[in-house]
């Protein structure tokens, strides 16, 4: 006892020697009489030690630290043991708060808020697309993921650069400039017919069904039906792509939904189709899962018609979405003794056409914008031996990462110039400025031109020597890296930082324009250039992106609902493609109507389709279309709180926990993250047999000192939740495969044995106040909507800077929030005050 005394005292000394200044040392005093006991070398609760800590002026590496140690015990969580007065939490608070703010200040004015960022893979692949103008060009699953900060993927203080990185991009590279640089003559715009039934995948399916005695297709006259969908374990239907062209194809298929009603028999001419009985849903995908259109199969014979892109000769498959995913079991040989009756997609022919090139004349069509950006009017011809050049190099075709080798018919091509000096000059300007975003000065094209000039000496051919420098201008750091300085952007850095925010890639014409006359810089023009920006379609991106990240959307596959447990759900990419479109439309919405930030926990309408409408019980709405719909007044639904997509992602697929959800909740929507759990924390191992309640489970855990504090803030939002289902439908008792009553379910044409177990109990205590279910949680979250709005904003200024809010941007924060009040916070009024923020407009 004795010992600790004197340790704690000459801790106290040392600390109180260490600050400069009598506030100063009020901080080191309470520090050691309250902190060190549970933060010294022996202990350090939470990976914190407190007896070495400097002050933040000699340590500025300290002060993210700092920060904690001021909002924890401002907020009263610590220290935990003997709670500080009132006036004790001023008087500490108050010298700390004013010593990291200083530091704080002076580091965002010798290093700017954000650091040297660069690109990331989202950035990079979009700005290679609209530098190259190849609008579906796929590069960025070559690049290694990008770490995370403050929840997202931009931020610069999670950024490296490593040697597997550097070559990754100048792997991109070359695949971005094959796909543009178009070496061949201009193709032919053709018409490819398949009929399902001279499908020899499908025919030979249909008779080894026969063979075996299963029924997943038949031949009904014209129509090759199908009966199930085939699911991740198995072959899928595949159809033929005979085009090598990259590019946009217009595909018509002629179906319709059926229901198959076939007396066994064996004679196909007494089966009959008749009309479905519910609507269906499907899709045409290529083999590496990428979904081209879905779409709502006719329930009379009729003919779907889109239009999409296709990287090169990408293999087709016809996607049953709404068909059962399993084998029809307790059938048995011989088929045609067989009856069946049940739902059937029937399909006659599909037509693909394309490419299909622009309609604005044979020069403006080919070769096409993303070769006329490298090469201008330069004329291509054939290379021949006696040019005195050397053969062009190969090259693969394609806009995906699925390449092949390819050589033009009649070729090799080549790109001609009669002045190689001066069009390799002029072109290699004209690309660095789109590339760096920005004019360049003499110096770097001549340095760029250099490698292109000792190509040339090497007798290779114009264009191979104009890839040498085009390569190095897209590896290069103007290109990859935001060229940034402390203080106040300049109007191109401007320029930049708008577009990689609403657009997620680099600035177009327009912008560009108003970045050289110096103008960008008014509030005028950057109000006006921000709302152009937001009308524009580019802007999807920063919908698809932003949710992707805030949201965890990125994380929508990570886990599959158990098959025993949620076999309706297995293999449901209809409905997880759904849910997603959801919440990106939802938050559209948001966006566009300058809704206000209580909307991300309430509203009184949903983005839905009908297999959505059909998961959250909504009647009346048809169709695989995302429409927006009133809820009604008793309805769960409204906001992303109850959204599907977020269910899934905070389930696990198994089971669902009060604490994923709960901390979810806490940190993406409100912006109140819970600490990291302790070592010991152990975890909770879910109970399918349902024997044990979540509940209890939680309450054995909760037990643990070190556990409680933080549980009594995570379970509430929890338990609310606990009243939906690992992909979001609604429930009052969880399912079980051992205890329980039995439940009547159908999925498909099977009728699988699940037990209704345990009741669900979404009952809580939310900061001393009760609440009964969902409602009553909602009821009490939105009685702070500033703070929805402040982690609406603190999301969306990390997210356009590369750069997480610090001690120094609170203030600034607050003004904002301020400044947006009158419009309830509304989310394109954040927007708008982002982007005329200080903290916006300079590094």
Not at 32 to 59: F, I, W, Y
Not at 120 to 126: A, D, I, K
Not at 828 to 837: D, E, G, I, N, P
Request: charged letters at 25%; glycine letters at 6%; aromatic letters at 8%.
């Amino acid at each position: 006892m004795v010992a600790a005394i004197i340790v704690r005292l000459v801790v106290t000394l040392v600390a109180c020697s260490a600050f400069a200044t009598a506030a100063d040392a009020v901080v080191a005093k309470r520090i050691a009489a309250s902190c060190v006991e549970c933060h010294d070398g022996d202990v350090q609760k939470g990976n914190l030690r407190l007896d070495t800590l400097k002050p933040v002026e000699q340590d500025p590496a300290s002060l993210a630290i700092w920060a904690r140690i001021h909002d924890r015990v401002a907020s009263g969580e610590m220290p935990p043991k003997k709670k500080l007065s009132a006036e004790e939490t001023v008087a500490f608070t108050t010298p700390l708060a004013k010593s990291v703010l200083t530091a704080d200040q002076q580091r965002q004015r010798s290093a700017g808020r954000t650091l040297f960022r660069r690109l990331n893979r989202v950035e990079y692949e979009n700005t290679l697309r609209d530098v190259l103008a190849i609008p579906a060009l796929e590069v960025k699953d070559i690049l290694p993921p990008d770490g995370k900060a403050s929840g997202f993927d931009n931020v610069a203080a999670a950024q490296d650069v490593s040697y597997v990185q550097v070559a990754r991009y100048l792997e991109a590279a070359d695949l971005a400039l094959d796909a543009a640089m178009v070496l061949r003559p201009k193709p032919e715009t053709k018409t490819d017919r398949q009929v399902f039934q001279e499908n020899g995948r499908f025919f030979e399916d249909f008779k080894r069904d026969r063979a075996v005695g299963r029924s997943e297709s038949r031949v009904c006259g014209e129509w090759m039906v199908f009966l199930r969908q085939p699911n991740t374990a198995q072959t899928p239907l595949t159809l033929h792509n005979r085009f090598d062209e990259p590019g946009l194809y217009r595909f018509k298929i002629r179906g319709k939904a059926v229901h198959l009603k076939s007396p066994g028999t064996g004679n196909p001419a007494d089966d009959q189709l008749l009309p479905p009985t519910i609507n269906h849903v499907a899709a045409l995908q290529v083999k590496d899962g990428r979904f081209l259109h879905f779409f709502d199969m006719p329930a009379e014979a009729g003919v779907v018609e889109f239009t999409a892109w296709l990287h090169g000769r990408e293999q087709l498959v016809m996607f049953c979405a709404t068909l059962d995913d399993r084998t029809q079991p307790g059938y048995s040989s011989p088929p045609e003794k067989k009856p069946y009756e049940g739902p059937g997609f029937a399909f006659d022919w599909m037509d693909m056409e394309g490419p299909l090139l622009p309609a604005d004349g044979d020069h403006a069509s080919w070769p096409p914008a993303s070769h006329r950006l490298l090469f201008g009017d330069l004329p291509l011809v054939k290379w021949t031996k006696e040019s005195g050049l050397q053969e062009p190099s190969p090259i693969t075709i394609g806009t995906g990462l699925d390449r092949r080798s390819w050589r033009a018919q009649g070729g090799p091509f080549m790109v001609e110039s009669k002045d190689p000096a001066a069009d390799s000059e002029r072109l290699l300007r004209q690309f660095m400025e789109r590339a760096y975003r920005r004019p360049v000065e003499d110096g770097e094209v001549t340095r760029m031109q250099g490698l292109v000039l000792a190509a040339l000496a090497q007798k290779k051919c114009f264009h191979d020597a104009m890839r040498v420098g085009f390569k190095a201008v897209l590896c290069s750091p103007d290109f990859l890296f935001f060229r940034e300085i402390p203080g106040k952007l300049d109007a191109y850095a401007l320029a930049s930082r708008l577009s990689y925010f609403l657009w997620r890639s680099m600035p177009d014409d327009a912008l560009l324009a108003q970045a050289k006359s110096g103008a960008l810089t008014k509030n005028d023009v950057l109000t006006q250039q921000t709302e152009r920006m937001l009308k524009d379609p580019r802007s999807v991106r920063l919908v698809n992106d932003f949710t992707n990240q805030w949201l965890s959307q990125d994380q929508i596959y990570a886990t599959v609902p158990d098959r025993p447990l949620y076999p309706e759900y297995f293999c449901d990419h209809h409905l997880v493609e759904s849910l997603v479109a959801e919440t990106r439309a939802y938050f559209n919405e948001m966006l566009t109507a300058n809704l206000p930030a209580k909307n991300v926990i309430s509203s009184d309408f949903a983005m839905v389709n009908e297999q959505i409408a059909q998961l959250y019980g909504i009647p009346g709405v048809q169709g695989c279309a995302i429409r927006k719909v009133p809820l009604p007044k008793d309805s769960p639904r409204g906001g992303f709180l109850t959204q599907g997509s977020v269910l899934k992602v905070t389930a696990n697929g198994l089971t669902t926990s009060p604490v994923k959800r709960g901390a979810w909740v806490l940190d993406h929507l409100l912006g109140t993250p819970a600490p990291p759990p302790p070592p010991d924390a152990g975890a909770i191992e879910p109970d399918t047999r349902g024997a044990t309640a979540i509940r209890d489970q939680l309450e054995k855990h909760r037990a643990n000192p070190s556990c409680a504090g933080c549980h009594a803030k995570i379970d509430p939002p929890g338990f609310a939740l606990e009243s939906f289902d690992v992909m979001g439908a609604q429930r009052d008792r969880y399912r079980s495969r051992d205890k329980g009553d039995s439940m009547q379910i159908t999925s498909g044409v099977r009728t699988p044995h699940i037990k209704l177990g345990l009741a669900v109990d979404p009952t809580g205590e939310l900061a001393g106040a009760p609440f009964t279910d969902i409602a009553g949680l909602r009821a009490l979250l939105l009685k702070d909507e500033r703070q929805i709005a402040r982690n609406l904003i603190n999301r969306l200024m990390t997210y356009a800077t590369g750069a997480a809010i610090s001690f120094a941007d609170r203030a600034a924060i607050e003004r904002l929030l301020d400044s947006t009040k009158g419009s309830g916070y509304g989310l394109r009024s954040l927007v708008q005050a982002v982007v005329l923020s200080d903290q916006f407009r300079a590094k």
